[in-house]
């Protein structure tokens, strides 16, 4: 079992730049493949990236590549979500997830409480 806890959400302009942690208690964090998926107002839960336990490769869905950036200190049990180039599509509120699998992809067994990132125009 695992705890998740994301913090670093708020407001930011357009273009603009936040980064999100989530850290992680409990069991070993570098036995989880970590993920971050975000929910908009209206709209379901969509898989944003995700970095695997084995060798750190991470995965980006199309709309955020070049623009967001996934990255984990096992020894700090942290992983980090940098966005750059924030859009006011980007507004939601974004959770971590974690899973025991080398496979970055869904499905996530564990997850945060999910912190509020509201982009502005």
């Known amino acids: 079992q695992v705890q998740l806890v994301e913090s670093g959400g708020g407001l930011v302009q357009a273009g603009g730049s936040l980064t999100l942690s989530c850290t992680a208690s409990?069991?070993?964090?570098?036995?989880?493949?970590m993920g971050w998926f975000r929910q908009a107002p209206g709209k379901e839960r969509e898989f944003v990236g995700g970095?695997?336990?084995?060798?750190?490769?991470?995965y980006y869905r199309d709309s955020v590549k070049g623009r967001f950036a996934i990255s984990r200190d096992n020894a700090k049990n942290t992983v980090y979500l940098q966005m750059n180039s924030l859009k006011p599509e980007d507004t939601a509120v974004y959770y971590c997830?974690?899973?025991?699998?080398?496979?970055?992809?869904?499905?996530?067994?564990?997850w945060g409480q999910g912190t509020q990132v509201t982009v502005s125009t």
């Open positions: 970095i695997s336990r084995r060798d750190s490769r991470t």
């Open positions: 997830a974690a899973r025991i699998s080398d496979l970055v992809f869904p499905p996530y067994s564990y």
């Open positions: 409990g069991r070993t964090f570098s036995s989880y493949t």
